[in-house]
Nanobody
Framework: QVQLVESGGGSVEAGGSLRLSCVPS????????MGWFRQAPGKEREGVAS????????SYTDSVEGRFTISRDNAKNTLYLQMDNLKPEDTAMYYC??????????????????WGQGTQVTVSS
């Protein structure tokens, strides 16, 4: 069982930046590939970015490519999402998730077994 805790959300103006973090309350995430997802009211959960267990492979959804950066520090047992040039359409609840097995860049929610409770990101225009 992996319990994940996100932090770093908040309210910013368009063009601003936020850095999300995700840590497990117990255990380690170093053997799992990880992802960041988001869900806005009335919309389906969307896979924003994912990263392999070693950090050498990653993928992004098109709408955040070039603005968001996923990274991990396995020594600190922490997953990050640096979000720059934020837009109002980035407003959503953001979740981190962990997946066992080999890295898959598809970011399908059903592939991820453990989820955090989420952190809210609100971007005003």
């Amino acid at each position: 069982q992996v319990q994940l805790v996100e932090s770093g959300g908040g309210s910013v103006e368009a063009g601003g930046s936020l850095r999300l973090s995700c840590v497990p309350s117990e255990s380690t995430i170093s053997t799992y590939y990880m992802g960041w997802f988001r869900q806005a009211p009335g919309k389906e959960r969307e896979g924003v970015a994912s990263i392999s267990s070693g950090g050498g492979l990653w993928s992004y959804t098109d709408s955040v490519e070039g603005r968001f950066t996923i990274s991990r520090d396995n020594a600190k047992n922490t997953l990050y999402l640096q979000m720059d040039n934020l837009k109002p359409e980035d407003t959503a609840m953001y979740y981190c998730a962990a997946a066992p097995g080999l890295y898959d860049k598809q970011r399908r929610p059903e592939d991820f077994r453990w989820w955090g409770q989420g952190t809210q990101v609100t971007v005003s225009s």
